[in-house]
Structure formats: C-alpha cells, structure tokens
C-alpha cells in the first residue's frame, strides 16, 4: 500500500486547511489510519487516529476540539479537517496506517516496520 498526502500549505492563523491521504496498491478498509506531525524543533507527534471502522480513538490535547480524522473507505481516502489553525500546528503532516490486528487505541504507539506512511505534506500557519 502506498500513501499519498495531499492538502497542506500556507494559511494564517484562524484559517482552516483539510488534508487527504489516499491509498493507491491496496485498500484502507482493513487499516486504522492517523495523521502524525513533526514540527521543527520537536518530536513527532500522533495527532489524531481512527479506528478501520471509522470510529475515531486519539485526539491530542494539542488540538482536541480543532482537528477531526474521517475516512472515506469507497474513496480510499482519510482525512484531517483543521480548524482554527495556530502558529504551533506548523509542521510537515505524515498520515500513517497499520493493520486492524492492533489495536484500535494502541496501534500508533510503537510504529514498526509493517506500518505505512504517507511522504508528508507541510503545512504553515502564519500569524
């Protein structure tokens, strides 16, 4: 399976963005999906997940109320609509996808070598 983002760019702050991450090789309907960021200077970090059922299971405290995961399974495709974007959600955007043998509220906490990732897309919130 191979991951496509899609969707980042320049906004400022306030402004809203949706990234798509669509799979082409394989179908997602058997993969919880995520999206992950890296910002400079820090670690990376899982920013919101959902279950392969489409039930989402992680929202970080960071943007919790702002960000929302969903999934399109007959498009192939998960997203991340982010609202009320802030200087601090800058960074490059990896959505990520494992197998629903994991579980559905764990599976992005050790990511080894049978998860997918997406190239990353950056996103950048001016002030």
């Known amino acids: 399976v191979q991951l496509q983002a899609s969707g980042g760019g320049l906004v400022q702050a306030g402004g809203s963005l949706r990234l798509s991450c669509t799979a082409s090789?394989?179908?997602?309907?058997?993969?919880?999906m995520g999206w992950f960021r890296k910002a400079p200077g820090k670690e990376r970090e899982f920013v919101v997940g959902?279950?392969?059922?489409?039930?989402?299971?992680y929202v970080a405290d960071s943007v919790r109320g702002r960000f929302t995961a969903s999934r399109d399974n007959a498009k192939n495709t998960v997203y991340l609509q982010m609202n009320s974007l802030e200087v601090e959600d800058t960074g490059v955007y990896y959505c990520?996808?494992?197998?629903?043998?994991?579980?559905?509220?764990?599976?992005?906490?050790?990511?080894?070598?049978?998860?997918?990732w997406g190239q990353g897309t950056l996103v950048t919130v001016s002030s």
């Open positions: 990520a996808a494992r197998s629903r043998k994991y579980g559905a509220n764990t599976w992005w906490r050790y990511m080894g070598d049978d998860a997918y």
């Open positions: 090789g394989g179908t997602l309907d058997t993969y919880h």
């Open positions: 959902i279950s392969w059922t489409g039930r989402p299971t």
